[in-house]
């Protein structure tokens, strides 16, 4: 008698209580995340929503606008990215697969619509779209579209992955990198050929094959220096960069971005010029120093001790991936990881590089740092599929 009054004085699964019940067990997952992937990601964002302040509060100023414009558009991206994060951690990464080849082919779509008179052109780039009134890089979506799409390629492989499939992930990879070479964008083909080379390599793909498209690469490489499929500027470059040219001969071209760089950089000294106090980022002598060349805002205000934390926090999201990649379960998870590891490493090493002088200018962005919607929001989810792989790896 008592067990049938206790069963019906309960709530149905189906109120209130089952609702919050679900609400509560869906959430579950964010009890165990990671304190220092979160960390380090909250800390990188919050140092490049400062520095994007800085680097246009003396050119809005000087025009009358308010000095907000940037933060205020980085901090929505932000927001979205937030909801990205929280909802690529909660969801089980296993119950993608049945929608990535969808997003893999919308992606694709979007990226082949960006170079119609649908796209937008700046400065000779057509790189975005317009969507429900917001500007979207489409390549910076495929990074997640092919990253996932290669996991669950080679996720369906039993022992050594074969010829064919090889060849399958080869070419989920050079569709969209030629459309995004198109536009043209060398630095984020670039992104998808590091990307894909990576997940060969974690994938257990046979040396020999890794070497045969690795002397494929360099063919190409050199028909296009030939065909001038390789445009002027993007040669120059290289070529100013490796020192084929005079110094001085291209102070106001390819090196003169490089060598203001430095000069901000340099003159930072140990504990910077002051926030909000720098005279290079002031007179905006950097150009696209709240996009690709927003660490010089970093290493001029805040010195070397800002440039080291930066640093750091990278280091600190770089080890933590790599440490999630080797403990994840299945092969999928390890993939993703390792795949989001690579990113980052790759464009933190080339982005800092090129604002210090060791590497060419390849219009790269910061992640999480560098003014950009679409690259934060991004770069969020991303860090919400680590912390996916992380909860499930036992």
Do not use: C
Request: aromatic share 8%.
């Amino acid at each position: 008698m008592s067990s049938v009054g206790l069963g019906t004085a309960r709530t149905p699964r189906g109120g209130l209580r089952g609702r919050i019940v679900a609400g509560l067990e869906l959430l579950a997952p964010l009890r165990a995340v990671d304190p220092l992937v979160v960390g380090a990601t909250f800390g990188l964002v919050a140092i490049g929503m400062v520095a994007i302040y800085s680097s246009k509060l003396a050119t809005l100023t000087a025009q009358g606008l308010p000095t907000t414009t940037f933060l205020t558009r980085q901090l929505i991206a932000g927001g979205v990215g937030l909801v990205g994060l929280v909802a690529a951690t909660v969801f089980d990464y296993r119950r993608l697969r049945a929608f990535i080849p969808v997003g893999y082919l919308g992606t694709l779509l979007l990226l082949a619509a960006v170079l119609t008179p649908l796209g937008t052109s700046v400065r000779g780039s057509q790189r975005w779209i317009s969507l429900l009134g917001f500007q979207v890089q489409p390549s910076e979506l495929m990074k997640i579209a092919l990253l996932l799409a290669l996991a669950m390629l080679f996720n369906e492989t039993e022992g050594v992955p074969g010829l064919g499939r090889t060849g399958v992930a080869v070419l989920l990879a050079l569709v969209p990198l030629g459309l995004v070479f198109a536009q043209p964008d060398l630095g984020t083909s670039l992104v998808y050929l590091w990307l894909t080379g990576i997940v060969l390599l974690v994938s257990g793909v046979r040396v020999r094959y890794l070497l045969l498209l690795a002397g494929i690469g360099v063919a190409t490489f050199v028909l296009g220096l030939r065909t001038e499929l390789i445009r002027d500027y993007q040669l120059q470059r290289l070529t100013v960069f490796l020192g084929a040219d005079a110094p001085d001969a291209d102070f106001a071209g390819a090196l003169f971005q490089t060598r203001q760089s430095m000069i901000a950089i340099g003159s930072g000294g140990t504990y910077g010029r002051g926030l909000f106090e720098g005279t290079q980022t002031a007179l905006a002598y950097v150009p696209d120093n709240h996009t690709d060349f927003i660490f010089t805002v970093v290493g001029e205000e805040l010195g070397f001790v800002g440039a080291a934390t930066v640093i750091a926090l990278f280091a600190l999201l770089l080890w933590r991936a790599v440490a999630i990649a080797s403990q994840a379960v299945d092969r999928d998870a390890m993939i993703i990881a390792a795949g989001v590891a690579g990113i980052l490493l790759m464009q933190v090493f080339v982005n800092v590089g090129m604002t210090v002088g060791i590497m060419p200018v390849t219009g790269l962005p910061l992640p999480f740092l560098s003014y950009g919607g679409t690259s934060l929001i991004i770069w969020m989810t991303m860090v919400g599929l680590l912390l996916n792989v992380h909860q499930r790896r036992r």
